[in-house]
């Protein structure tokens, strides 16, 4: 059980290009959504949290008209990457929580979306 | 700021031993502590999790907490070469108002055939 999947799972664009990643739950409903981002050789960083039917509460120096998240469901939540550039390339990772709205309880991984933009 | 600290590694161990993987972190509100797993591209993978004081056994895997002391480590019995991987501890804290984990950066555990 606690399966998240991830789609797509390579993305290769031009820059100035709009990129959407979908996340879902597939054998549970998660409650919260968390959209992670890692570069190379580096740790996963937190880009931001999301609860069903709200708005996504961003992490400090992530932008949000840049890095759009939805969730519209208990089993989906998507991320958009508006007008990529290259510097945005990175393994982007989403992860679902089961527990209570507001707390943390044990994040299941999606497998990861590997964006490379030219 | 809520740090949860690890030896960057790598740790090597032979195959057969038992690897030892150690995590500290700095919150004393933390209620809930984890590893991941994360192969080399891949994206990391929960191999346990411990809420309480003392051992928790899954396997050839020991997860073990100590709160007072803040420090909470992952032993891999019998390792394997395909426990080569990067481990990640994980910590929930609080934090603006919501709950988060704070995962520290990963100890690269390789164990030699």
């Known amino acids: 059980g606690a399966v998240v999947s991830q789609h797509p799972s390579r993305v290769i664009c031009k820059s100035g290009t709009s990129v959407k990643i979908e996340c879902r739950s597939l054998?549970?409903?998660?409650?919260?959504m968390f959209w992670y981002r890692q570069f190379p050789k580096q740790s996963l960083m937190l880009m931001a949290t999301s609860n069903e039917g709200s708005k996504a509460t961003y992490e400090q120096g992530v932008e949000k008209d840049k890095f759009l998240i939805n969730h519209a469901s208990l089993t989906l939540s998507t991320l958009t990457v508006a007008s990529a550039h290259p510097e945005d390339s990175s393994f982007y990772i989403c992860s679902a929580s089961v527990g209570l709205a507001g707390y943390t309880d044990t994040q299941y991984f999606g497998p990861g979306t590997r964006l490379t933009v030219l | 700021q809520k740090e949860v600290e690890q030896n960057s590694g790598p740790l090597s161990v032979p195959e057969g031993a038992i690897a030892s993987l150690n995590c500290t972190y700095s919150?004393?509100?933390?209620?809930?502590f984890f590893w991941y797993r994360q192969y080399s591209g891949k994206s990391p993978e929960l191999i346990m999790f411990?809420?309480?004081?003392g051992d928790k056994e899954d396997g050839r895997f020991t997860a073990q907490l100590n709160k007072a002391s803040q420090y909470v480590s992952l032993l891999i019995r019998d390792s394997q070469p395909s426990d080569s991987a990067t481990y990640l501890c994980a910590v929930n804290g609080r934090m603006d108002s919501s709950y988060k984990l704070i995962f520290g950066s990963g100890t690269r555990l390789l164990v030699r055939p």
């Open positions: 411990i809420y309480s004081n």
């Open positions: 054998d549970f409903q998660a409650t919260t």
């Open positions: 919150d004393r509100g933390s209620q809930s």
